[in-house]
């Protein structure tokens, strides 16, 4: 299990962001996924990194220096229109993983 | 946690990895293979040159079919003609595949770049889970 927490660019220039808060709920999300693993039987290990911008570029990294053979993730985007035009996460992942990539439609 | 899962293969030379990879995938999955070989022919193509296409392409995913049975799978094989993409998406939803196992690249390296390659199209369409080997 992974969680990338993506801090905001500053909105005042030179003000950095502190990233404590959503360092814990990003904790939050993971714990929790954790719990839904372990409930069915499956242990999980958890990662939690903090990086800015497209998540999918730590996530595709995280699977390289660890060496996962296999990423599953969500391919959420709240519609089609945005999806296509913004790209997403999941995009940049199955564009850029070393290994396969199953993507689940929510 | 699958049943069947559709394989769209078009004969490239990233084809092999993609089979041998299905196929292993399957076997621990214990789900049905089912390659599929969409025919794409403008629409200015005539009913016998698309028949023509037809015949020379089913091999393809024969083989494919042929390949995965040896492994002691359920496997079939198809062809279909229409936009690669629409057709693949729209078979599986028809047909209520709950997998598509499909290679990032084919014939289409340089395309994707512009217009997004089947593969993007189908992971973004489909409504079952996109295996996307790499």
Redesign the interface.
Known sequence: MVHVVILPASMEPGVPIDPTPLEQAGARILEAAQKTSEEEGCKAEGILETDFGNAGHRIVRIAQEKGFTLIVIG?R?KS?IA??LLGSV?DVV??N?????????P | MFQKGLVPVDGSPYMPGLVAYAIAFAKKAGCSLTFVYVVNMPPTASASDIEKQKAASMKIPEECKGKAAGEGLSASSRIEVGSPAETIVNIAEREKFDLIIIASRGYSRLRRLIVGSVADQVMKLASCPVLVFR
Do not use: E, T, Y
């Open positions: 391919a985007g089609k999806n296509l999941c199955a564009h993983a070393p290994c396969p990539v199953l993507i689940v439609h």
